[in-house]
């Protein structure tokens, strides 16, 4: 099956004719192409004779028949041309934080989702993974991309596992493993499925792949290599960074087993997350920090709110905090209360212009530095919203629309410059989006001068993109290959973003610990004791050795200022 160039009528069995545009479009893998249809998403083979060759029919029926976990996002039906030809399959439409986002220790803090809340959705994986094998299944590549959480009740959080279509079941096999979560001691098989299980949730827990880390005689890129010898983070010689959350606050019996499966090379059943009583595995920290003195960096506190945590901060110098009070750092005052679960807040010439997701519903407010608030509506249907610097956008169907202020008697919010963006297909990070344009990456950068740049990035083809960050025309991607390898992309615009320079990197993880300053600037805190300062358009970079740096500071940007999170406070962070 090609890819849809024109609006195509296509019939989905069990469901009826649907008419797919290419504005549907999502994404492509090496199987198919993505396309979404309401509540079904549709995955249409590249090929549509090895697709009936390989009895794909047949084995969405087995799949159907042998699988009713809710979890398990089974294939619920063929999807067939105009004339009757099977090119593909539909499932349904599942809305989800992909795992990477949640390993991370900053969105774990935001989202108020610690060890019970983790604990809850590792026990349903446990769960997913043994229906599956009751019914004759393997889940083969059961990687962090194949699963989504719904975490919109932390407490009660749900996972789904995707592209089932792919699993060995009956007389069907698979073959296709992501080497990051590949059992390299056995062949495939439940002991393979539950070491997958292991990795994926070992990175619930603590960040970090169980073989990474420093480790003498390994380079940082030996992943592969670690697996196979079994040197895990449970090595007595392996450092790891402060950002690493401790691995003794993982449930006693799962622990022993992590240990058991990862250092020792035992392929057992795991024990419940929920499984209580202590661990017989000893864990000892050692810390990845430079001896140098402190001297090549000044921390500055500059706010901290008694009885409450800042958790989110804002390129503008609002943050929010644990007790949902907006507060601005220049005058320390209180600029609103705030309810909702994402928030947008950009500064205007006398206020804040504040937009906030309560249910399900964008809600936009004006507070005046008076602390006058009005509420404003707009004309248009909004499905998100986007912050970059102090200019907000809505999405709508196909457009980004730039929203503008007019703070006449009356405040009044219109809508300004729109540009036709593939919204289905468009991952929006902070400050800035990347496009899958019929598998052309290309970066979606609005400019401090009113425009948007929409640039070819083709360094970003065939990635999965993770997060990223941007200021000016400066973006910093983080993205992971089909091998499981995370690699940083920093892109150096010019000219209008006519033409950019890159800089490329691998990375440890999920993780993108990096502000970037609207001057051009980047600080970035990779291991504990360095920060990297950068100016990516010159190529320059400059190491600062600092005993007193963790990697658990986590950068950001408020104005030209390098800020963190500390003890609850916020704090900023400067060189001498």
């Known amino acids: 099956m090609t890819l849809i160039k024109r609006a195509t009528k296509l019939t989905l069995d069990g469901v009826g004719t ?36 390989a009895d794909m029919p047949g084995k969405v029926q087995l799949l159907r028949s042998a699988l009713s976990h809710p979890s ?39 989202n108020r989702f610690g060890i019970p809340e983790i604990t809850t959705l590792v026990g349903t994986m446990r769960d997913v993974v043994t229906h599956a094998h009751n019914a004759g299944a393997l889940m083969v590549d059961a990687n962090e991309l194949n699963w989504l959480a719904d975490v919109s009740d932390p407490r009660r959080s749900v996972p789904y596992i995707i592209d089932v279509d792919s699993w060995q079941i009956g007389a069907y096999p698979a073959t296709v493993v992501m080497p990051s979560i590949r059992d390299w001691h056995a062949p495939i098989s439940q002991a393979s499925d539950w070491f997958a299980w292991g990795v994926v949730t070992f990175l619930l827990y603590t960040g970090i792949h169980p073989y990474r880390g420093s480790i003498a005689g390994y380079k940082p890129g030996d992943l592969e290599r670690r697996m196979q ?39 057992t059943l795991p024990p419940s997350p929920h499984a209580t009583g202590s661990p017989q595995t000893t864990v ?59 928030i947008a807040v950009v500064a205007q010439a006398s206020g804040h212009l504040i937009a906030e997701l309560i249910g399900d519903t964008w809600q936009i407010r004006f507070v005046s530095n008076h602390g006058a608030e009005h509420r404003l509506s707009l004309a248009v249907a909004i499905n998100d919203m986007v912050r970059s610097g102090d200019r907000l956008f809505a999405l709508t169907d196909h457009e980004l629309v730039e929203l503008t202020l007019h703070e006449f008697a009356r405040p009044l919010l219109t809508t300004g410059t729109r540009w036709s963006i593939p919204i289905h297909a468009t991952r929006w990070l902070s400050g800035f989006g990347v496009s899958d344009v019929l598998g052309a990456m290309h970066l979606v950068v609005p400019e401090s001068h009113g425009e948007v740049a929409i640039v070819r990035a083709a360094e970003l083809d065939g990635l999965r993109i993770i997060a990223g960050t941007n200021s000016g025309r400066i973006a910093v991607v983080l993205a992971v290959d089909r091998s499981g390898h995370y690699r940083v992309f920093t892109f150096a615009g010019a000219q209008s973003w006519r033409r950019y ?8 993880g999920p993780d993108l610990n990096v502000a970037v300053l609207p001057k051009g600037v980047t600080a970035e805190i990779r291991d504990d004791g360095e920060l990297i300062v950068a100016v990516p358009s010159q190529g320059t970079v400059r190491v600062v050795n600092d005993k007193d740096l963790h990697s658990t500071m986590r950068l ?11 003890e609850g406070a916020l704090w900023t962070l400067r060189m001498t």
């Not at 010898?229 to 449930?251: C, H, M, Q, W, Y």
């Open 18 to 53: 649907h008419t797919i545009r290419p504005s549907d479009y999502v994404t492509q893998g090496g199987e198919g192409v993505i396309y979404r249809a309401g509540t079904k998403m549709l995955k249409l083979a590249h090929n549509q004779t090895e697709f009936i060759a």
């Open 72 to 110: 398990i996002v089974v294939p619920t039906g063929l999807v067939r041309t105009a004339r009757g030809l099977p090119i593909g399959i539909h499932v349904p439409f599942v809305n989800g934080e992909p795992f990477p986002r949640l390993f991370t220790t900053s969105w774990q803090k935001q």
């Open 229 to 267: 010898d079994n040197v895990s983070v449970f090595g007595p010689e392996v450092k790891l960074n402060r950002a690493v959350r401790e691995l003794t606050a993982i449930p006693g019996p799962l622990l022993d087993w992590y240990r058991a499966t990862f250092e020792a090379g035992e392929r």
């Open 284 to 342: 000892g920290r050692t810390l990845h920090a430079t001896t140098t003195q402190t001297g090549g960096l000044v921390y500055e506190e500059l706010l901290r709110v008694p009885g409450a945590d800042i958790v989110s901060v804002w390129p503008c110098g609002v943050v929010r905090t644990s007790d949902n009070r907006l507060i601005d750092l220049a005058t320390k005052r209180t600029v609103t209360h705030v309810t909702g679960s994402r």
């Open 501 to 508: 320079d890159v800089h490329t990197r691998d990375a440890h």
């Open 556 to 566: 950001t940007a408020v104005g030209n200022r390098v800020v963190y999170h500390h």
